[in-house]
Nanobody
Framework: QLQLVESGGGLVQPGGSLRLSCAASGFTLDYYAMGWFRQAPGKEREGVSCISSGGGSTNYADSVKGRFTISRDNAKNTVYLQMNSLKPEDTAIYYC??????????????????WGQGTQVTVSS
């Protein structure tokens, strides 16, 4: 059974950092492009960052450029999102997702077929 499990969310003060992890089971990640998405209350799910299957290409939403870094360790079957300089507007449920490597550059939720359950990130003082 193909499964993605996110971890690492929590409550952090503005300016703080968190590292999210997304572990896969039931399949190997190295074929898939991966993405991190988020959904805040009352808002649509949006792409945060995506990474190609080999890890050589990445893209980021303008709102997180320079603060977030996506990476992957295919040997550990895990994708990460390092989040620094967090702001209250980063508060959301964060999801990881997998898709065909051909769809990597779109980084759009409707291009991703496999999803985790999400992890809550709250940035507040």
């Amino acid at each position: 059974q193909l499964q993605l499990v996110e971890s690492g969310g929590g409550l952090v003060q503005p300016g703080g950092s968190l590292r999210l992890s997304c572990a896969a089971s039931g399949f190997t990640l190295d074929y898939y492009a991966m993405g991190w998405f988020r959904q805040a209350p009352g808002k649509e799910r949006e792409g945060v960052s995506c990474i190609s299957s080999g890890g050589g290409s990445t893209n980021y939403a303008d709102s997180v450029k320079g603060r977030f870094t996506i990476s992957r360790d295919n040997a550990k079957n895990t994708v990460y999102l390092q989040m620094n300089s967090l702001k209250p507007e980063d508060t959301a449920i964060y999801y990881c997702a997998a898709t065909s490597p051909l769809l990597f550059r779109l980084c759009l939720p409707n291009s991703y077929a496999y999803w985790g359950q999400g992890t809550q990130v709250t940035v507040s003082s």
